[in-house]
């Protein structure tokens, strides 16, 4: 069965095409077929680390989205990713409404997920509850990343109402722990995927190293985000920033970052 996962969260810089990168290299890596649909034409950050995965796509052109129904319906199991640039709230609305895009990919057999990346502003909280209220639909299933490399208190995300409307959403809540800076920029400037960070000798064995325990500790998180959710009452007392016992987690466990 396939899943469409569209990466937001409106801003600017919260880590959308981050997640999105991370999100694929988790797919490839428990070699499920995946691919990706890039929406940033200013930037293309997520082909640009992705190029074997991806395709752009125009946020505002209806002709142009429909790439992604039309690949969904001749790949019935595929994990499909859509990078979403900034401020394309409004043509993905108008797309999802005119064509009933929830009921198409019903129809396939796809499951649906809005990813909302956020930093610890007010402005990411503001635009998670304007995206609740737009797809207020149960089906669509809801991933809250917590971007902590771009903030470092959601205290004030956890007080607020907001959050309590995730929770009784059902969402599921992702802290993305920041990549140690050095070795985010070392990746950035050779435009290297996850995989390249994780096995190129272009890297030093602790950055190979460094960058395998990362994504063995997300990847023990996103599959917790990617299993049905549990009724909103479990999450009650459940903070987002709860970490799993990363200390239990056997890391390095994959033999191929492919």
Known sequence: MGSLHFIGGEKGGVGKSFTARLLTQYFIDHQL???????????????????????????DDFDSLDHIIEFAEANSNHQIIVDLAAQTFKPLKKWFQDSDVEDIFRSIGYSIYLWHVMDDGADSLFLLEKLMATYPQSELKLVVVLNQGRGKDFAHFEQSPVYQKAIQRGAAFLPLQELQSGLARKIDFNNASFW????????TL???RRTRVWLDKHYAQIKACLTPAQPA????????LQQPDFDAIEVGTNEHYV
């Open 33 to 59: 077929p995946v691919a990706g649909f890039d929406t940033d034409e200013s930037h293309s950050t997520f082909s640009r680390f992705y190029r074997d995965f991806t395709t752009s796509i125009q946020i």
């Open 196 to 203: 390249n960070a994780a096995n190129n000798e272009n890297m």
């Open 206 to 208: 602790a950055e190979r």
């Open 233 to 240: 009452d479990a999450y009650a007392t459940r903070s987002p």
